[in-house]
């Protein structure tokens, strides 16, 4: 069932410098503002009466006209590689966002939607249908969750970077992500680098072309099959826009690096030849492909990974080629915080 949620107030995690300028009619205020809305503390749904650097009048009017977006931690789970994944609530559902730390650094992944708008087959998320949409500042807050969580705990690098490759197709959602990445990428805060924010897609072409032309930051495309006939078979959106349209989006813009996922399915996309179709798709581009074992899941046709060694030899044949290949091999799959596991299914730890 479709969500309608209520009209409330903007989000103030959704404000970009511009909005803050207009609300609290000065340059030197939005910055002071955006050092505290984005800065590093523990998340909070109250905003103060006052904060630093901004004139009481002018802040009042933020905390008249915004809201803090109503999200809730209601239950977080550490798997032993110290992925952790939260369970967000939210108006009208709930999401998962997780926290990836490696040693220089921790990745937040996010979500875009409740639920997905797409039903690719071997995504956990497409079974729970869609709910509906995140606002721009709920897809902020999920990221400022996250890093509080590495503040509280020194031993985690800090959150530097963020995929949109939790919940949801982000490309469907565009209007919403596209204002998320311009915030996270924001000076002074939170300040990201654009290398630094990845949005994946599931192949929306217009979608495509939309963020490619207008963002700065990087697009990555889930290809997952070397084939049209592969490809729809475990992604039937393939149909509309078939991997000839979406590689030829990626072709518009050369001198970009494009970042492809490829899951690997036993016996369906990851033969040698189906390496050499991915190379042959591929060459010319400035491409970085990552190789991704298929996570198990609850799924309506069986889908197994391809062993490692098959993805080994898959990964000789691509860098063979002169491809830039890396072997994503799973994060957090005791607690289901894996690639296409996030269908808020709980596990104990
Ligand atoms: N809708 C977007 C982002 C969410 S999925 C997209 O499709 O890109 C993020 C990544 O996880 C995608 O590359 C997707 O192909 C991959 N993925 C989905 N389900 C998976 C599974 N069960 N095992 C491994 N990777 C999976």
């Known amino acids: 069932m479709r969500y309608k949620p209520p009209v409330t107030a903007p ?3 959704g404000l970009t410098m511009a909005d803050l300028e207009g609300l609290l009619s000065s340059r030197r205020r939005a910055i002071e503002a ?3 809305i984005y800065g590093k503390r523990p998340w909070s749904l109250e905003l103060p009466p006052a904060i630093p650097g901004v004139n009481g009048e002018a802040w009042g009017r933020v905390r008249a006209s ?6 809730q931690v209601t239950d977080r789970t550490i798997a032993t590689d110290g992925t952790t994944k939260f369970l967000i609530e939210m108006p009208g559902g709930s999401v998962e966002t997780v926290l990836i730390p490696a040693r220089d ?8 939607q409740i639920g997905c708008t797409r039903s690719c087959r071997f995504c956990a998320t ?3 249908g869609f709910t509906r949409n995140l606002r721009a500042g709920e897809i902020v807050a999920q990221y400022l969750v996250a890093r509080a969580h590495c503040v509280e705990r020194p031993d985690l690098s800090p959150a530097t970077n963020v995929v949109f490759m939790g ?3 982000p490309l469907d959602n565009l209007d919403e992500v596209l204002t998320a990445v311009e915030i996270l990428t924001q000076t002074p ?13 599931s192949g929306i072409v217009p979608g495509m072309r939309r963020f490619l032309t207008e963002s700065k930051a990087s697009l990555a495309l889930s290809l997952n099959g070397s084939t049209d006939d592969q490809r729809t078979r475990v992604m039937p959106h393939n149909k509309t826009w078939p991997i000839a349209e979406l590689v030829a989006v990626l072709r518009e813009h050369p001198k970009r690096t494009h970042f492809i996922e490829y899951v690997m399915f036993d016996g369906v996309n990851d033969s040698d030849e189906d390496a050499a179709r991915v190379a042959a798709l591929l060459d010319g581009l400035n491409a970085r492909l990552n190789l991704i074992p298929h996570n198990p899941i609850t799924s309506p046709i069986a889908l197994q990974s391809s062993s490692a060694e098959r993805i080994e030899a898959f990964h000789r044949v691509v860098h063979a080629a002169g491809l830039r290949t890396m072997i994503r091999w799973p994060k957090g799959s005791d ?8 269908a808020r299914i709980r596990t104990k730890t």
């Open 11 to 13: 989000d103030v995690t």
């Open 34 to 36: 955006a050092k505290w």
């Open 66 to 71: 915004c809201t803090v977006p109503e999200v």
């Open 105 to 112: 650094r921790s990745t937040v992944c996010v979500s875009s």
């Open 126 to 128: 497409a079974t729970l």
């Open 167 to 169: 919940m949801g197709e």
């Open 189 to 201: 805060a939170p300040q990201l680098g654009n290398a630094q924010v990845t949005v994946s897609t």
């Open 335 to 342: 607690v289901a915080a894996a690639c296409g596991q996030l």
